[in-house]
């Protein structure tokens, strides 16, 4: 999903084993850096095209991610079969969303609770979470601004420079039992905020966003017309004005993770 001052929704995301040698040539582009065959997709959706399901296949992403994604594909993979169009959407999230971040940092709090290490959290809002570039994440954050952030930010947030943004900060954030359990209603400190829920399984802890603001007028009252609620689903993600103001309602039940990605120039 998409939060500009107006809303468009898009849908969520799905897992299989990479195998791309199925993509035809003409359908990608090629790295000379590293000669790594890479996809792309259409900056606008195929309007009158109907998706396909996806929830009979074992997927690491959420099978509704391929039938948004599907609606973007060019359109010599568009009249491919199935299976050659899963092929070449998973290479594009394999790239930019690989799931083992997930685990990574379920490791990371482990070994941090049994040698009672100080780390640093990701905001002064959060006692739980990581920076994931400590995790060696960087290069994949460059990877996803400059590809899929920074083209959509120059199209829905151009007043605050999206199509340059060239800085980030990117961390993973926890809610549930023993853990943060909502968030003040605050503004980022980022131009443009990608927000993505990675899981698990959990009830309650939707976004409610109140209209973009100013610092100096951040606790003025709302219009009806900006009062929006965003309800997290695993492998859904909300693109939003880093001054879009907000916060997180309680997670009632379960474990909530979240990946944040604060975009700056």
Sequence with gaps: MLLNNDFIDHKKSSTIKNDDSNIKDNTTIEDSSSNKVK??????????????????LKLDFSAELFSSLENYLPKDILN????????????????????????????????????????????????FGVVLDDFGFQTMFDKLMEGFICPLSKVLFAKVGGSTLDFHHGFVVEYGIDKDVDLGFHVDDSEVTLNVCLGKQFSGGELFFRGIRCEKHMHTKSHPEENFDYFHIPGQAVLHHGRHRHGARATTWGHRVNLILWCKR
């Design 39 to 56: 996809g792309r997709l259409m900056q606008n959706p195929n309007k009158n095209h109907k998706s396909e399901s996806y929830d009979d």
């Design 80 to 127: 491919t079969s199935r299976d050659n169009k899963v092929k070449y959407m998973y290479t594009i999230l394999h790239d930019y969303l690989p799931p083992e971040t997930q685990y990574r940092v379920e490791h990371f709090e482990k070994w941090v609770n049994t040698t009672n290490f100080q780390v640093i959290r990701p905001t002064t809002m959060n006692k």
